[in-house]
């Protein structure tokens, strides 16, 4: 599986830790992490917006092999991009496990592949589901501010929202790379 990080217009030091974050949280939890790829095609650049570009970006790094199962993981304007290029990858014969949308508010996410929301409040995320979103989708409570769901996912705690069964799990236990983690295990056996 590999992971196509689509980050949104910040300065790269946040991305990369949110990366370092998730990487820790995930090896923790399995020694297998490594066997998963992350793909960032584009930061702090306009392309970001451009699914034509990142999908390009995909065909260099993954050639013609549309099999490998890919999970988007975009964050604020780079949800614009990532669903873009997500349905033109699948379009295309491209294997898209999921899509997970960090902030993308305002950003309507319909698909067939599972579509997950993360969100640094509650209004944001109740706001956003009406432009659709998954089954499984988190948000942060306390609130925290739109960055720091991205700099820090493991110090921010909230709740897991299941919209088949209407409830909030509110364990306190649970962080956003918690959440992150449980969504890529139900899409790779290798966790």
Not at 20 to 26: A, E, F
Not at 45 to 72: A, C, Q
Request: aromatic share 12%; with cysteine.
């Amino acid at each position: 599986m590999s992971i196509v990080l689509c980050p949104g217009f910040h300065d790269s030091v946040l991305t990369n830790s949110f990366v370092s974050r998730l990487h820790k949280l995930i090896s923790e939890k399995t020694s297998k992490f490594n066997s998963v790829e992350i793909l960032m095609p584009l930061s702090e650049n306009i392309l970001i917006l451009s699914s034509y570009h990142i999908v390009s970006f995909l065909k260099e790094k993954l050639g013609n092999n549309l099999d490998t199962p890919l999970v988007f993981i975009s964050f604020s304007a780079g949800v614009v991009g990532a669903i873009g290029a997500s349905h033109l990858w699948q379009s295309q014969g491209g294997n898209v496990k999921a899509l997970i949308a960090i902030d993308g508010w305002g950003v309507p996410l319909l698909g067939s592949f599972p579509i997950h929301r993360m969100s640094h409040d509650y209004f944001t995320h109740w706001s956003s589901l009406l432009l659709g979103g998954g089954k499984n989708n988190f948000y942060a409570q306390p609130s925290v501010s739109h960055l720091e769901l991205w700099r820090s996912p493991d110090l921010v705690k909230g709740l897991w929202v299941d919209l088949d069964t209407h409830s909030e799990y509110t364990s306190s236990c649970v962080s956003a790379t918690e959440f992150l983690y449980e969504i890529l295990k139900d899409y790779n056996q290798i966790f």
